[in-house]
Structures are given as C-alpha cells and as structure tokens.
C-alpha cells in the first residue's frame, strides 16, 4: 500500500541583471494544493506575469501581460489580461 505524506513548502527568487528582471515564487498547504507566480520584464519593458493555483480543482492560470499582439483572452482555465494593443499587423 502507498501512503502519499504531502509535506509543506515555500520557495522564491528573484534575478536582475541590469536587462531585464525574473521570478518565481510558489507555496504548497501540505495538502497537495501549490500557489504561486513567475514572471520576467525584459529590456523594453514588456512583461508577462503569471499567477496560479493547482489544487483538487485542477490548475488555474492568470496571465498578466503587455506584449505586443496579445488581446484579453479566457481559453480554458487560463485568463489572458493584456494591454499589448491586441491584434496582428
């Protein structure tokens, strides 16, 4: 018989090097549930930040971005949220 011990943890980190920035961060409850983000902005300033959750519901994503040609967008459970202008050419 195998016993799954679910056991807590908590990590993060942070990179700059003076072109563009990243991170993680993510948390477990000891329960099998995980939160947590990820990100980077590159040298122009454009940005994607996403948010998450996965847990007995399934995983859930939040995006958060400005790059160019990306619109808002709800596609299965993730949600886009974009100030990227949207669109192609």
Same mark, same amino acid.
């Given at each position: 018989m195998l016993c799954q011990l679910w056991q807590p943890y908590k990590f993060g980190y942070q990179v700059l090097d003076g072109y563009s920035t990243q991170h993680r961060e993510e948390k =477990? %409850?000891?329960l099998g549930g *995980?939160? &947590? =983000?990820?990100?980077? /902005?590159?040298?122009? &300033?454009?940005?994607?930040?996403v948010h998450y959750v996965a847990d007995k519901y399934g995983f859930r994503a939040k *995006?958060? /971005? %400005?790059?160019?040609? /990306?619109?808002?967008q709800q596609p299965a459970a993730v949600r886009m949220i974009s100030s990227g202008g949207g669109g192609h050419g």
């Amino acid at each position: 018989m195998l016993c799954q011990l679910w056991q807590p943890y908590k990590f993060g980190y942070q990179v700059l090097d003076g072109y563009s920035t990243q991170h993680r961060e993510e948390k =477990s %409850n000891g329960l099998g549930g *995980v939160k &947590g =983000s990820y990100g980077y /902005t590159d040298a122009w &300033g454009h940005f994607r930040q996403v948010h998450y959750v996965a847990d007995k519901y399934g995983f859930r994503a939040k *995006v958060l /971005t %400005n790059e160019p040609g /990306t619109a808002n967008q709800q596609p299965a459970a993730v949600r886009m949220i974009s100030s990227g202008g949207g669109g192609h050419g």
